[in-house]
Structures are given as structure tokens and as C-alpha cells.
């Protein structure tokens, strides 16, 4: 084999390797974006629950009457005070704080624990 094609051999080698390389680059990218926007939907569902879940401890203290260690009690032993304390402090700053906010179907009220 000649010098010429040694170098044009070397070179075609070369480009696959950067070629493959690159391929390899986008793939990973593609996937690293995926898991990115998963997980902030993920978080914007867990922002929306926990908001829910503060809706409706809202309403049971201010609506119903019961004090806020009350509200927890009837909740059963899924958090205590101070998540109950910190979910009603989100639902005061999220954007829908109406008074309706609170009714809502089973799947909003379960959007925290489906699959």
C-alpha cells in the first residue's frame, strides 16, 4: 500500500472514530434531556400535591374548624405536624388559593401516589 492511501486509510479511520464519537455525544445528550424534563415534571407534580394536600388541610382548619394537630389525626400517621404546618404554607402561596381549589376528583387527590 502506497503512502497516499496509508493516509487516506488513517484519515477515513479517524473520521468514523470522531464521527461515532460525536453520534455517541448526541445519543447521551438526547437521553440527559429526557431524564431532565421527567424529573421536572415530576417536581411540578409533587408541587401540585403537595399544594393539594395544603388546599385541603386549609379547608379543614379554616372551613371545618379543627385545629391544625386535629387535621393531622384525622389524616392518620402520614406526616405530622410540622409537613402539615409546611403543606399549608404552600397552598397560601400557590396560584389557586379559591375557595373551590379544594373540591376536587380522585385522580387529582391521588396525583401524589399514582404510577
Given at each position: 500500500m502506497g503512502k497516499q492511501s496509508q493516509w487516506q486509510v488513517a484519515r477515513r479511520t479517524a473520521r468514523d472514530a470522531r464521527n461515532e464519537r460525536q453520534r455517541e455525544r448526541q445519543e447521551r445528550e438526547k437521553r440527559l434531556e429526557d431524564l431532565a424534563v421527567t424529573a421536572l415534571v415530576a417536581v411540578g407534580k409533587v408541587a401540585e400535591c403537595e399544594r393539594s394536600a395544603?388546599?385541603?388541610?386549609?379547608?379543614?382548619?379554616?372551613?371545618e374548624g379543627l385545629t391544625?394537630?386535629?387535621?393531622?389525626?384525622?389524616?392518620g400517621a402520614e406526616?405530622?405536624?410540622?409537613?402539615?404546618?409546611?403543606?399549608?404554607?404552600?397552598?397560601?402561596?400557590?396560584?389557586?388559593?379559591d375557595d373551590h381549589a379544594v373540591e376536587t376528583d380522585d385522580s387529582e387527590r391521588n396525583c401524589c401516589i399514582e404510577r
Open positions: 395544603g388546599e385541603a388541610l386549609r379547608a379543614m382548619t379554616e372551613d391544625l394537630g386535629e387535621a393531622v389525626e384525622w389524616c406526616f405530622g405536624l410540622r409537613e402539615a404546618t409546611r403543606l399549608r404554607r404552600l397552598a397560601g402561596s400557590g396560584e389557586h388559593t
